[in-house]
């Protein structure tokens, strides 16, 4: 990080099939995939209307908790974590 090897502990997973131009729909569809299913999805990506948007159609389509990321907005991972 910034030139500084940190040690973490979690596993590392590269997706072949998630692209950064997928569509709402599209994101939805990935999210839904996932499992385990996450209890909460943070939404970064976009302009901050679509990331809003996105997190009402996430909570809607998939009943789960969604919400857009904000600046300076500290989270707690464990909280994403999947009950499954």
């Known amino acids: 990080m ?9 596993r590392i997973v590269k997706d072949e099939e998630f692209s950064v131009h ?3 729909s599209e994101l939805i569809d990935w ?11 943070l939404t970064v990506h976009g302009e901050k ?10 909570a809607q389509e998939l009943t789960l908790e969604a919400m857009p ?7 707690v991972l464990a909280e994403f974590l999947s009950a499954e």
């Open 69 to 75: 990321g904000r600046a300076n907005h500290r989270i």
């Open 2 to 10: 910034l030139g500084t090897e940190v040690a973490v502990r979690a």
């Open 22 to 24: 997928a569509d709402a």
């Open 31 to 41: 999210v839904g995939a996932l499992r385990p299913r996450p209890r909460k999805v």
């Open 49 to 58: 209307e679509f990331a809003e948007a996105l997190a009402v159609r996430l």
